[in-house]
């Protein structure tokens, strides 16, 4: 309440989003602040959010900047994918220009344990290469707008699991296509390596339980895995999960039920 007996204000938070992570934390928030989640429009059917949805671009650091500003946010939070990297350099340099706190969900990468098969890469066109002349039989674990360095290699035989319908589908004669959202668990994920014949996975870092799946059968199976680095993102206060990024934006559960 503030000293004339009103109560606060509801605070103003802007989360881009796209993750589960960034779904988890608007419904965690709403109730208690004012939530907008924001959604980079590349999934035709999102999962439902629970609270209010912006969709699309914002033109860049400065116009991010200027939404901001003209909204009156007064907390954004970076809750996009781990890969990307140019929203969470605009989200930091936004938060600069529009003088609003900002916080980051930073996923921890996946570990190499004993029995993994990996060889780090930069990026899909350096795993093209890696894949060699030889005819194999390769599970494309990306998003769509990454596919299209493997027409290079029309060779190898490819099989494309994505939430929405490739268009077009990839310039290869040997590639096919399932419809799925994760998560995914690693017995049905070993049961598709096994069926599909898969001797080579290509897939990014991404963190997380939901699409661990993969990666768990594929040391169970013996089967490489071209996993594709990491980019580098901007400095900002950040945590590893919900829970924390909760308590950096000061609405901890404990905290809420000491009244503090």
């Known amino acids: 309440m503030t000293g004339n007996g009103?109560?606060?204000?509801?605070?103003?938070?802007?989360?881009?989003g796209g993750t589960t992570e960034a779904r988890q934390l608007a419904g965690k928030l709403a109730g208690h602040s004012d939530v907008t989640l924001s959604l980079a429009g590349r999934t035709e059917n999102p999962v439902a959010q629970g609270v209010p949805v912006r969709t699309g671009g914002f033109g860049g650091a400065e116009g991010l900047a200027t939404y901001l500003r003209d909204n009156r946010i007064d907390l954004l939070i970076d809750a996009t994918h781990p890969y990307a990297a140019r929203i969470s350099a605009n989200a930091a340099r936004a938060a600069q220009l529009g003088g609003v706190p900002a916080i980051a969900l930073r996923r921890p990468a996946w570990k190499r344990v004993p029995g993994d098969r990996w060889t780090s890469v930069?990026?899909?066109?350096?795993?093209?290469?890696?894949?060699?002349?030889?005819?194999?039989?390769?599970?494309?674990?990306?998003g769509r707008q990454e596919l299209a360095p493997f027409e290079a290699a029309p060779q190898h035989a490819y099989l494309v699991r994505s939430v929405d319908p490739v268009e077009p589908p990839l310039g290869v004669p040997n590639a096919t296509y399932i419809l799925a959202r994760g998560p995914f668990s690693e017995a049905d994920d070993r049961a598709l390596l096994e069926a599909r014949g898969i001797d080579a996975i290509v897939a990014k870092n991404s963190g997380g339980q939901a699409t661990y799946?993969?990666?768990?059968?594929?040391?169970?199976?013996?089967?490489?895995?071209?996993?594709?680095?990491?980019?580098?993102?901007?400095?900002?206060?950040?945590?590893?999960?919900?829970?924390?990024?909760?308590?950096?934006?000061?609405?901890?559960p404990d905290t809420e039920k000491r009244g503090v």
């Not at 009103?6 to 881009?16: G, S």
């Not at 930069?122 to 990306?142: E, H, I, K, M």
């Open 122 to 142: 930069d990026g899909p066109a350096q795993a093209v290469g890696l894949l060699g002349s030889t005819p194999r039989s390769v599970f494309l674990a990306l």
């Open 213 to 252: 799946g993969k990666i768990a059968a594929a040391r169970t199976l013996g089967i490489e895995v071209f996993m594709i680095r990491r980019p580098p993102l901007p400095d900002m206060q950040s945590g590893p999960s919900v829970e924390e990024v909760l308590r950096l934006a000061g609405h901890a």
């Open 6 to 16: 009103t109560p606060h204000p509801m605070k103003r938070i802007l989360i881009l």
